[in-house]
């Protein structure tokens, strides 16, 4: 739609002369990529046409240098020489750094890898890559894999039950490919070279391919064959890379929906989503810096969390940033109380005053060491919000930052009297959990106290920080964490009645 | 997208005469408000742009006038001479009816109000402004409030819980910012000024403002600090002001998606909602009036509840109203029962057989005196069934609502059916309800007995209403109402086995 | 939009010949079409200017003809004489095949019908209409009416419960107007004409009307006064019959939301739907044959189960189907266990080793005889992975398949799990199932069984299909398949500390 108008208005205004100079702007391809594509045009169509339909199938890595700052996609100083004047095709991205590749391997004349990194995009992204590595997400494999609290959860979850007998339920621990299709599909999987396999491929003859351990995938914290972490593709999406696409919130909606983050669901209920559904269409959702009220008139998940953002005049509201946590000074879901966000991306370092890799206590007591102090937080909550005074008053802001406050600390106490009805009920016996050196997750009741904090308390908190209010009341939040206690406390007392 | 083709379309045409006349066009700002824009285009910019991309920034109250009367949107007959040939700005708004304004402050050269109400839009607006007082939502702060009933429901949901010796449970009375972010989000807080206050703005110097209560809302019956209710940026959000806006399902569904006011949820599914879904780029979301059939192909939430529709010949369909039961005449959510709809918008004055302020009993029977009589619910149900019938036959029309009673009816039978277990729960003492002085809203067994009514039968009877039909059965209907009296059975049988 | 660019474009280039050619190439209407919108301009204005935005108001059967095999959108080889020259308006479907119609009935000077059905369509669709038949779909309301143990489930869920002195609930058989409201909307109605009906008709006078059966209907199953089966508008919407909407996923949501059908709620969360939201403005969503990659870049719902797709170079990737099952080679809802797909599309043919009209018994075991073997399997999953190789690798799509088989079989084994202790309790005479004579659908614990492979384990299947995770774990699937077992195991215990 968007080119046919642009074809439009070159054609209205008779501009025969540019058009033509536009033409002889797309940057040629390079040899490689070219012999690439001599096969692939008919090999992977859709991904052929998808890519020419993106930005980098037209554009040499000079032409994007020679942008002003501000309206640069690029954050490369120099490229190697050999990209520099063509456009970003196959072989720019599959066969650079070929040697610290577990996965290149030799295809047609090339040393190609199947898996493009981080640490491939790089080379003409550097400033985006380095601070994806603080991101919280480049860890997010290790985080959960390396925690045995989590892991046990995830094998009350995704482990086969069997029933014995009639009375016993046994849990069997959960394969590769289930937890692939689960928990790492988002965390990311670990992805190694396993072997070599020679197949007949259509009327090219055979073929040797190395086979990949955790394929596919495309986890934010993937663990992947050069060593590095992470992938960028699960943001932006394979091979058109559109920054439209990074910047929609359906983007986040892939690992963000919920009930366990349900980031998304509150996004599209919220004032915010509402306006983006409506009128996204009159938006220009690829402008370089991404101008407010001009560009967009309400904020997606990259306006408030990774974008550069400038005002009309060009004055600048927040950097971009791919460290995910720059602008957020509390973490709200994936544990059992909200806290200040850890110091570190690695979170499997943490330890707290029960000796628990988590960063609380059931109790609800910080592991403070391992997490950013009140000054950190304030910087990271004045970074937010810059971006909220774009468009909303001071009073506003701080009336809204309040109720946040008071939502996170009434979630949380909600938390408390979830836990200490289940603290009673280990106490009792009347369920084995930690103390007992029993699994905390693996009976009725206590999957009932997770729902609490994993599920529940998780959106009253989140509901508030991003105004999609009944993402907090009925549709997961406030109406469930109140009758959760209830029906703990009905099953107590049944419990007592059975004696 | 369409700016761009509108431009487009005047270039290609070569007709520059028409566009430098329509630039002409554009009204001119006032002082006040070029004042205002000083300062404001840089310290919101967002609010600014926002505000430079709706028609209320370059047209002036005696260019709307001249329209004819179908295509106008603004409904006074004259408006203060000031007001008259300049654009729609800042002062325009947020200077009107100082006077009546516990909220206006010096600022500047000017006296001006953070919150502009229904009674500063009626200034152009005063139709719609006064529709608008004979519809429920602009009591919705009232109805809530002053309802005892649904205030204990509200200290259930919000309201802090603790755990008192592993036994007994306290809840403590939810405070202002839970109960803002949570039921008067949608239903309104009261804004009152409670002082004022001065702060160091930027390079400007020292600022006084007033401090407002309940800040920020923008609830459909918001108590506003000029007295008046309600707020009409819920649907027409600020600083647009977009027509397209407040025409999409998805403005609607910031309060009403459930599971409590399941509207959007059904919209989505319906067959109109998936219309909407797939071909609204192709529609005129602006037109006035709306042309059924060749401005959209399908109804939005607005086309049947508010908005001034004609066929392409120029017939109206249906009346612009913003007293949106104008065409419902079956209330279906937010109470036990279905029930003829409220005469009053203020329900707080309704009384039951039982002396309750609810519109029907705990057993089903209507507070009939409150309600609207056959007659005009005939009268409603025709103005409804003519929307209808824009695109659908008569037959069609009877039959759907055939079926729109008869799932009233048994959503309301199944209700009565967990209501009867309930009453013997209570009567039996095993739990406590209001014979008891206790709340019915507060024991895991009544929590019950509430899914079914509040977020259950209410499914039901919307998924008919709007003919998104899984909505009321596996999404949230039918499904649970029948496994909630199954449960409710199974709870009492386990309570008789205790004995 | 679109059009407005067109014409644009047309106005752009300056061929005012051209565009006055298009003009001209506009099919005239058959006389009887325009006797029918003489009235109905006025008396259906909706459906009328609906029907002007589409193809066919403007294409002749002649004109589709004349297409090129690939881009022909009809699939005769000739028509009817007096349907060649015209558009395809009013009168060419609603008075075509009068004599099979039923109801067909005297209306002005014409013999119409009001129910248009695929045998209808099949005048210009033969091919379309004819895969159909072969379509599970079409035959979706037998599927479930004739089906004695679907029957029973539906009367569970859509009877009214009644409470008899406190203690025993009975269920009313639900009635005709409740079934049509909910699993029948979907699965069709059984339309009949039972009487004739005069009304006075604004100023046409006295008109007579055929009264039909479970009317209004659009179901996919649909039996019609013609004696076939289904409807091609649940997809094709009437009255514009946009390619664009069939294409749409927002479509099928209509029928496959959830939580028993969870296609679409997977769908928007995997990354195809993040693609196709994010990006799907930039889409031609009208192209035959649909190219990959260059006309979209993430599969639609249509994409994958039913379009005639190539690559940008005309090579055809798959053939249009409207025999959805064609590459679909296991069933994953709607049934106890997946099993591979039926082989007739009458599935109340099927039954089981005990007897029952069910594709698997409860203990899992599959009906083979009327299932499709490893063969034809093999032959369908071929299918669908070369639509996946237009845009993955080999390895790529081998990984997720084996992934889907794991799938399957885990959430097997979990609904295994929890009917392995649905049977323990009937064994104990807990509840009462159908060895007992007794209904296995209509106690608690039989409804927690029911969730277990009805709503829940069908998601874990359907979320690795198609690759929208979350709905596998915590939005539906394995977080509640673990959790069921031991509400079951739960229960048990409670039931076993009772004696």
């Known amino acids: 739609m968007k080119r046919l108008c642009v074809l439009l208005a070159v054609l209205a205004l008779g501009l025969t002369a540019t058009a033509a100079q536009a033409a002889s702007d797309k940057a ?65 991205c599959h066969t650079t750094n070929p040697k610290t590749h577990q996965d290149t391997f030799e295809h047609g004349d090339a040393q190609v890898h199947t898996v493009v990194t981080p640490q491939d995009c790089a080379v003409c992204h550097p400033e985006e890559a380095n601070q994806y590595k603080g991101n919280l997400m480049s860890h997010a494999w290790g985080n959960l894999v390396k925690n045995p609290v989590y892991m046990n959860l995830v094998e009350q979850i995704n482990g086969v039950q069997e029933v014995i007998d009639g009375a016993k339920i046994t849990v069997q621990k959960p394969g590769p490919l289930t937890n692939a299709e ?79 983050v349900p980031a998304y669901k509150v996004y599209q209920v919220s004032k915010h989503g ?36 400038t005002d009309s005049q060009g004055n600048v509201i927040a950097k971009r940033t791919h460290e995910m946590a720059d602008r957020i000074w509390w973490r709200l879901i994936g544990l059992i109380y909200s806290h200040p966000h850890p110091i570190s991306p690695d979170t499997s370092i943490i330890k707290n005053a029960d000796g628990l890799p988590l960063a609380t206590t059931f109790d609800g007591k910080p592991a403070s060491k391992y997490l950013i102090g009140p000054k950190e937080q304030k910087a990271r909550q004045k970074r937010m919000a810059k971006v909220c005074l774009g468009c909303h008053s001071t009073q506003w802001v701080t009336g809204q930052m ?75 939040g406030r109406w469930y964490t109140s009758k959760n206690v209830r029906r703990m406390h009905d099953w107590i007392k049944r419990q007592e009645g059975k004696k």
């Not at 001599?38 to 020679?66: F, N, Y």
């Not at 396993?194 to 009327?203: A, F, N, P, Q, S």
Request: proline share 5%.
């Open 28 to 92: 040629p391809l390079s040899e490689a990529t070219q012999s690439c594509l001599e096969c692939h045009v008919e090999a992977t169509p859709g991904i052929v046409d998808d890519w020419k339909r993106g930005r980098m199938s037209r554009t040499s890595v000079a032409q994007a240098l020679k942008k002003e700052a501000l309206k640069r996609r690029v954050s490369a100083k120099e490229v190697p020489a050999e990209m520099l004047n063509v456009a970003v095709g196959c072989a720019e």
């Open 182 to 260: 689960s928990c790492l599909y988002c965390h990311g999987t670990e992805v190694k070279v396993i072997g070599m396999k020679t197949r007949e491929v259509g009327d090219y003859g055979e073929m040797s391919f190395p086979q990949l351990s955790g394929w596919p995938n495309h986890g934010v914290g993937r663990i992947n064959p050069d060593g590095s972490k992470g992938s960028c593709t699960p943001c932006h999406s394979r091979h058109q890379f559109s920054i439209a696409m990074a910047r929609s919130p359906q983007t986040c909606s892939e690992c963000h929906k919920g009930p366990d």
């Open 274 to 309: 509402n306006i983006y559904a409506a009128l996204n269409q009159t938006w220009n959702m690829e402008a370089v810096p991404w101008k407010l009220g001009q560009d967009f008139n309400a904020p997606t998940c990259a306006t408030c969390h990774v974008s550069l953002l």
């Open 402 to 476: 309040a109720r946040f406050k008071n939502s996170n600390q009434t979630a949380d106490a909600m938390v408390l009297a979830a836990t200490k009805l289940m603290q009673q009920i280990w106490a009792k016996g009347w369920a084995k959990g930690l103390a007992q050196g029993a699994s905390p997750f693996d009976e009725y009741i206590e999957r009932i106290w997770v729902d609490q904090w994993l599920l529940q308390a998780n959106a009253t908190r989140m509901a508030t920080a991003m105004m999609g209010v009944d993402m907090g009341v009925f549709d997961q």
